[in-house]
């Protein structure tokens, strides 16, 4: 089975600056996604960025982007302009393009600091 | 997106009773997954629910202890049976809105705490 790992439990940022969440996963696939995920203490999941394997171009969602390096298996999220609001646990997750299983990285908890 | 709603959002339960946590989508959905987060933990897959079969439930799962039911497209419901602290939880509903754009969308959880 896929395993995804986040080796960061908590990271923390100052208000305004930016921060670089870790991701790494172990496939033998070719064709997958990658998502992340914020869980808010109001523990509903959104979906904050979503990234397919074939495409070579990091995804972009406004303040946040990814670093896709597919060779090293490497899926990391970049928080830039932190907001209060943006404190919240995420979760990075891979999706094989065969099935639908998804498989959760265990969290890093992002405080922000005012 | 989809919209889910749970119900309970959260509750307290007594040892050796079974909770059954509803999930609503407003769209008609093929896959609805049922996750568990145990405090501090990921998400685990508890199992799967297509309409008209069978729940497929991963390893770790059982039909007895965790009965799925998905009458309808927009409808599932998960039952925790015969409850034991160990089952203190956020049990966590989710939808495949479209297989080709992959994502999942999630409801808000039910807490559940098992005294």
């Known amino acids: 089975a896929q395993t995804v790992t986040q080796s960061q439990p908590e990271m923390s940022v100052q208000e305004a600056e930016t921060v670089t969440l870790s991701c790494t996963y172990d496939?033998?696939?070719?064709?997958?996604?990658l998502f992340w995920y914020k869980q808010p203490p109001s523990r509903q999941m959104i979906l904050v960025i979503r990234?397919?394997?074939?495409?070579?171009q990091n995804a972009t969602e406004n303040r946040f982007s990814v670093n896709f390096q597919k060779a090293a298996k490497s899926f990391s999220l970049k928080i830039s302009d932190s907001q209060l609001g943006d404190a919240a646990m995420y979760f990075c997750?891979?999706?094989?393009?065969?099935?639908?299983?998804?498989?959760f990285g265990t969290g890093t908890s992002l405080t922000v600091i005012p | 997106s989809a919209v889910i709603s749970q119900k309970p959002s959260r509750d307290i339960c007594q040892r050796g009773t079974s909770l059954t946590i509803q999930c609503q989508v407003d769209?008609?959905?093929?896959?609805m997954f049922w996750y568990r987060q145990q405090p501090g933990q990921s998400l685990t897959l508890i199992a799967t629910?297509?309409?008209?079969?069978?729940?497929?439930?991963e390893s770790g799962f059982v039909i007895d202890k965790f009965p799925i039911s998905r009458p309808n497209l927009t409808f599932s419901t998960l039952t925790v049976s015969n409850m034991s602290p160990e089952d203190s939880s956020i049990y966590l509903c989710?939808?495949?809105?479209?297989?080709?754009?992959?994502?999942?969308?999630f409801g808000e959880g039910s807490r559940l705490t098992v005294l």
């Open positions: 629910a297509n309409q008209g079969s069978e729940a497929t439930y």
């Open positions: 997750a891979y999706r094989s393009n065969t099935g639908n299983q998804f498989y």
């Open positions: 769209s008609q959905v093929t896959m």
């Open positions: 989710s939808v495949e809105e479209s297989p080709s754009a992959g994502e999942l969308f």
């Open positions: 990234q397919e394997a074939y495409k070579q």
């Open positions: 496939t033998s696939e070719s064709d997958y996604y």
